[in-house]
């Protein structure tokens, strides 16, 4: 069906490697604001973290179990090895050229200055060396490599620095020291300087006075190093049953797997970095020599730093567009109609007033509600809190597995625990992913089951960086169904089939792909026809042969896609008629709205989940109509406004490259987030004067 | 000075109630929730279901062994939590039946005593008459909404896990019902049991089902035509695959043809190929091939050409009877009369004195709901122990009315449970000589309560009784009155009640025992002491 040999799809690591590098060209952006560069740029660096621990730690793994089987694009494990470490070589590269000959200097240009060693003047240098005595010294310890003991264990993504000291008289033996910069330790130490912002780095401040813990000795080499390790061990549950302790152990071992990279910085002398990665075992091609300070991610906290506000975007704070009264009872409003809310835009208060008023609510019987990602003082953990120790039924799903926030979860959990709540630790063999909550109110007509949907998780911070939407519903067959949904996550009951939601990992694919076809045939029938979708991360190998099919059938599919997308667009006979694009901007986008033409209908569909195999068979994740007129219109307005981005969006190309989409001709200049943000603001003014003119607050006279 | 209060039936408007009904099946337990509005309309909330081994432990064991019994236990405790989310906490809103797995189990009394004693649910192991009642009352309301459904006799079948439930209707009328033991659960385990090859694994069901078929139509050969509905999961899952529009509510239509297709499809399948492809809880793919074949063989049978398939379900069934509305039970009250009156017939009743009495009792159980205090289902029990309290004549005159208890005991009834037609033969017994007492043989089988309800309608039935001494029905009418500790009956037909007074003087002493009140005739023409 494909035209040539070009398989039907893209590798999915090479296609994530290009949303990364997405990324960074935010960071190389010059009409980006500098501190946001730097935090694009801190993020490509700890994305790429994340994705050696996990994709190439993974891949690493079959290749050592000796797996050959190809991917849906034909490459073998080994093959996409060979290719990712092409790609990220060259990532890393232009990274440090970003930083090098872009961001650093200009920061200094603003004020923001790293001082290297070489230019310490020598009251600075006395500074450091009293900090380093007084705050370095006292905790951080060497430890020293003896042959018979093998090398000591190098923790994980942490800063470290090895030590080279000249041999010993008589002996040719390098003797070597690996100090571990501890995690306590801040990584910028800022020089007393008035009016501008100069620091050093850490590691520099522990190779500067190195020679202190080798009294005596002669030190020779002193180089910062950083390893990252396969984290992607799975956690076998059928032996451990306790998911709790299987939690736990996955915790520790993540701290002595394979190491997957090398970070080092670029004067290494050869017979230090050789003695490395034979004592690691790392592979050549797994070095990463870095002509700048290791892990960029430490921009990020550059780029908070306060005073510099005109190098930061203006900000956007979220508005009550909706025009939820803060001060009724939020349960009435949504008795009266329900609300979509378009996040980062608008506010998420009311989805913690709904948590928060159910918790003191006389008429509400209980609250279910499944947590995945928090916030580390969340407010609606502290209402289901609130809720249980009010005597309301308080049942919680509280997903462990979160990559990387699981020692949060297993604390919050305890602790809602601790206050008389059920607390369900998720199904096993299953991520819980769906974001949603449900409260049973007992109502004079009756009981009434109040809901919020998102395709964002409830942590009121990420919600002002991600766009995602919220639905606030009362609908009683979403009711219906939600009840018997959680039912099922909590192991009460077996799953049914399900009529007005959908859910992975029970029919969400076969729905999917009955809605995508269902596309397909009324085109061939002659009746209207289109598909519109907005997701993370397009992968799923069936799904992407549905969206074919309707290509096929001359359905118009757009797609914004803003991560990974395995589907190849735009190939004549295969998918000519599938356009994508994906947005990277100052607002991470996150929501997933689905809609399909339907002849009309117009059916509109919010997810948690993205179309990718393991969020399809191995997520509890939710797919939830909107039936709502108006809501239905907002969703339709954003996507439509995504896909008319001339300022932020890319185009995927048919050889899976992106090319920015330009103004031109009959298109003008738009950036979506902006355009949502205008609109945003605009209606919130609008409800704001409608409201000051219902309600004309009384005044009293003044006398005379 | 006197007050006088009037007594009637208690008409306070009832609220929203949140009921919930508990099914615990053979191979599953199902529990729906719903609320019951003024109007005694049901509206669903939820439903839910847990797959148990019930059936397998009974059918392959003869008994339910203890893992299975404390899972049932788990599931119910489940259950429990969820009905306290709703606010559900009193035991009036909840009922719980048992079906077949649980009633042949030998252990029965001791695995409810542990559900009971483990989560407070109190389960009704009930019979197949009673199945046979909720199903019907399940189905009524489709059977006057759906035009073709009423053209013709109405053929209702469930094949259920452990047994195949018929019913068949005629003119709105049940005229038939029936529970065959053939289930698809129990053939699922008989041909694990015999570890049947594939080959003659068909075969052996196809025989297993030909022979129920033979029997059902050896019974029902006088139907003509009928018009199939059918019930139960297999065929609603069946239906969802072959008509992707299919949608709650309405029944469907489908050919049998185009059924036996998808039916030959399933069987070619095995369990872990259908939990696979469909994602079937696994009870569900067990059950689903045999079930199916079941219903196009039945099908074929009946020389149907089509069927209906309705997504009403055993618990359909039970909420309409919790509910208030009281408009198909009532249609169950005609079917029970209706079946009481020929039972009547068959054994030459004297009909206009029995119907005589029945109506006064009736009357009395109407007029004095705040004196017993029992639910509207017990007048027509009542109301059956009098049209048959006499029919023990039959055999003898002499203890006639302990022959009226063997011969009502011994009988069915559609619309009434093998328990509820022990108590309407106890009333029938003890509507004269000796009073009950706790030592006479089925009297002292009955729980407490039901004890306490047969004392308080035989009594009722004896005063009804006393009116009519004649035998000719002189008095059609009563008023009742409370008055103090007493309750006074009033005919305005009567100017000389004296051969009722003595009567009734032989017969009120149930009643004072069981009420603690006199009661009282009086003539309305002349008040005379």
């Known amino acids: 069906m494909s035209t040539g040999d070009e398989p039907r799809y893209f590798n999915r690591e090479l296609s994530w490697l290009a949303f990364n590098q997405r990324v960074l060209e935010e960071a190389l952006d010059p009409d980006v604001p500098l501190l946001e560069r730097l935090k694009f740029l801190a993020i490509t660096s700890s994305n790429l973290d994340e994705f050696f621990m996990v994709r190439v730690g993974g891949l690493s793994a079959l290749v050592e179990a000796g797996r050959r089987k190809k991917d849906p694009a034909g490459l073998t494990p080994s093959a996409q090895l060979k290719k990712i470490s092409r790609r990220t070589h060259e990532m890393v590269a232009r990274q440090y050229a970003c930083y090098r000959d872009a961001l650093e200097p200009q920061c200094a240009a603003h004020g923001i200055t790293r001082v290297s060693p070489e230019e310490l003047t020598k009251d600075h240098h006395q500074y450091l060396e009293q900090f380093f005595m007084e705050q370095i010294y006292p905790v951080v310890t060497p430890m020293g490599i003896h042959k018979e003991q093998g090398f000591p264990l190098i923790k994980d993504l942490s800063l470290h620095v090895i030590a080279r000291l000249k041999p010993e008289a008589g002996s040719s033996d390098p003797r070597i020291a690996v100090i571990p910069i501890e995690l306590g330790l801040d990584r910028v130490v800022r020089l007393p300087l008035p009016n501008q912002y100069a620091y050093v780095l850490v590691e520099d401040v522990v190779c500067l006075f190195c020679d202190r813990f080798f009294a005596g000795q002669t030190l020779l080499e002193c180089v910062p190093f950083r390893i990252t390790r396969n984290a992607d061990l799975s956690v076998r549950e059928d032996e451990a049953p306790d998911l709790l302790a299987g939690m736990q152990e996955v915790l520790d071992a993540r701290k002595s797997s394979d190491c997957v990279r090398l970070e080092i910085a670029e004067d290494v002398t050869r017979k230090t970095l050789q003695l490395l990665t034979r004592e690691l075992g790392v592979a050549d091609s797994a070095v990463y020599a870095v002509d700048g300070p290791l892990d960029l991610s430490a921009c990020m906290a550059l780029g908070s730093l306060e005073g510099f506000e005109e190098l930061t975007y203006e900000p956007w704070p979220p508005r009550n567009v909706s025009g939820i009264d803060p001060v009724h009872s939020i349960f009435d409003q949504m008795k009266q109609k329900p609300f979509l809310l378009l996040h980062p835009y608008e506010e998420f208060d009311p989805v913690v ?38 005597g309301k039924y308080v049942t919680v799903i509280v997903e462990l597995k979160a990559r990387f926030d699981e020692a949060r979860n297993i604390e919050q959990a305890r602790a809602l625990e601790r206050e008389g709540a059920q607390v369900i630790y998720g199904i ?18 009756g009981i009434r089951r109040y809901m919020h949907f998102g395709t964002g998780n409830y942590n009121e911070s990420t919600a002002r960086i991600y766009s995602d939407i919220s639905y606030l519903t009362c609908d009683e067959d979403l009711g219906n169904e939600t009840a018997v949904f959680f039912n099922t996550i909590a192991g009460f009951s077996e799953p049914p089939r399900f009529r007005v939601i959908e859910a992975a990992p029970l029919g969400l694919r076969d729905r999917l792909i ?36 309707a290509s096929q059938a001359g359905v118009k599919v757009r797609m914004n896609i803003r991560g990974i997308c395995c589907l190849r667009p735009g190939v004549p006979g295969l998918s000519e008629n599938i356009s994508v694009t994906s947005i990277v901007d100052r607002f991470l986008e996150h929501s997933r709205i689905f809609f399909f033409l339907h002849g009309g ?51 995927l190309l048919p050889d899976g490259t992106y090319e920015k989409v330009r103004a031109g001709g009959r298109k003008k200049r738009l950036r979506s987030q902006e355009e949502l943000y205008e609109v945003a603001a605009g209606r919130a003014r609008r409800a704001e004067s409608a409201r000051q003119k219902m309600f004309e607050p009384h005044r009293p006279q003044e006398a005379g | ?29 199902r529990m729906a929730i ?14 839910l279901q847990r797959a148990v081994k019930l059936g397998e432990d009974t059918w392959t064991n003869g008994s339910i062994g203890n893992e299975t019994t404390e899972e049932c236990v788990r599931v119910l405790l489940q259950f429990r939590r969820v009905l306290l989310e709703y606010g559900v906490t009193d035991g009036d809103r909840v009922r719980a039946i048992a079906t077949s797995a649980v009633r042949e189990a030998s252990n029965k009394a001791a695995f409810l005593d542990r559900i009971y004693s483990a989560t407070g649910i109190d389960v009704d192991a009930i019979d197949e008459m009673e199945v046979n009642r909720l199903t019907y009352l399940a189905v009524m309301p489709l059977l006057t909404e759906v035009a073709a459904l009423r053209k013709k006799p109405a053929l209702i079948v469930e094949v259920g896990a452990g047994s195949t439930e018929l019913l068949l209707i005629e003119d709105a009328v049940m005229t038939y019902a029936g529970t065959y033991r053939l289930g698809a659960l129990r053939l699922y385990e008989m041909l694990e049991t015999h570890h049947t090859s594939p080959g003659s694994a068909l075969h052996v069901l196809i025989s297993s089902i030909q022979r129920m078929l033979d029997e059902m139509r050896r019974t029902v050969h006088s ?24 949608d709650r509510g309405e029944p469907r239509e489908v050919s049998v043809k185009e059924l036996e297709k998808f039916s030959d499809e399933i069987l070619n399948y095995s369990v872990d190929e259908l939990l696979q492809k469909y994602h079937l809880p696994v009870p569900d793919a067990e059950t689903l091939g045999p079930a199916l074949l079941s219903i196009v063989m039945l099908a074929k049978t009946f020389g149907a050409k089509s069927l209906y398939v309705a997504t009403q379900t055993l618990r359909d069934g039970l909420l309409i009877e919790m509910s208030e509305a009281r408009t198909w039970e009532e249609r169950i009250q005609e079917q029970v009369i209706k079946g009481a009156m020929d039972l009547g017939r068959k054994y030459r009743f004297d009909e206009s004195h029995a119907v005589h009495v029945a109506s006064l009792c009736a009357s009395l159980f109407d007029q004095l709901q705040a004196v017993h205090r029992l639910d509207p289902r017990y007048r027509t029990m009542l109301y059956v122990a009098a049209l048959l309290h006499e029919v023990g004549n039959v055999i003898s005159t002499r203890s006639h009315h302990k022959h009226s208890m063997y011969l009502v005991m011994n009988s069915e009834l559609f619309g009434l449970s093998s328990r509820e037609m022990k108590i309407v033969a106890l009333i029938a017994r003890y509507h004269r000589r000796a009073m009950p007492r706790a030592t006479h043989e089925v009297y002292g089988t009955l729980t407490r309560d039901h004890r306490i309800i047969v004392n308080k309608l035989a009594a009722i039935l004896r005063v009804a009784d006393a009116l009519d001494r004649a035998h000719q029905q002189r008095i059609s009418t009563v008023q009742c009155v409370l008055e103090d500790e007493s309750v006074i009956l009033t005919s305005q037909e009567l100017d000389n009640p004296t051969l009722e007074r003595m009567a009734l003087k032989d017969k009120d002493d ?10 009282e005739l009086r003539s309305h023409m002349k008040v005379n002491f």
């Open chain 2, 510 to 519: 149930l009643f004072q025992q069981v009420y603690g009140m006199r009661i």
């Open chain 1, 601 to 651: 209908s117009e059916l509109t569909f919010i997810s948690s989940a993205d179309w990718m195999t393991r969020n399809l068979d191995r997520r509890i994740e939710l797919l939830i109509p909107i039936h709502d007129r108006a809501g239905k219109r907002r969703l339709l307005e954003s996507l439509e406004t995504y896909f008319k981005d001339t300022v932020k969006a890319r185009r």
């Open chain 2, 1 to 29: 000075m006197t007050e006088s209060i009037r007594i009637g039936a208690d008409t306070t408007p009832v609220g929203i109630r949140t009921v919930a009904v508990i099914d615990i099946g053979s191979s599953s337990i």
């Open chain 2, 223 to 246: 139907v003509d035509d009928p018009q199939l509905l059918v019930l139960g999961g297999d065929i609603r899952f069946a239906l969802s695959q072959m008509d992707k529009e299919a």
């Open chain 1, 428 to 445: 096993r063999g299953l991520k819980t992913h769906a974001k949603c909550c449900l409260v049973l109110r007992r109502e004079p007509d």
């Open chain 1, 514 to 549: 009955e809605l995508i076809d269902g596309e397909a045939v009324r085109k061939k029938q002659g009746q209207q026809a289109s598909i519109m979708a907005k997701l993370n991360s397009l992968v799923d190998p069936a799904i992407i042969d549905a969206l074919y099919r």
């Open chain 1, 353 to 390: 007033r709904l948590v928060e008023e159910a918790a003191e609510d006389e008429s509400v019987i209980a609250i279910k509600q499944i947590l995945y990602r928090t916030s580390r003082r969340s407010p609606i953990v502290a209402a289901l809190m609130n809720a249980a120790r009010n």
């Open chain 2, 34 to 47: 719903a609320q019951i509005d003024g109007v005694g309309c049901v509206h669903p909330l939820e439903s």
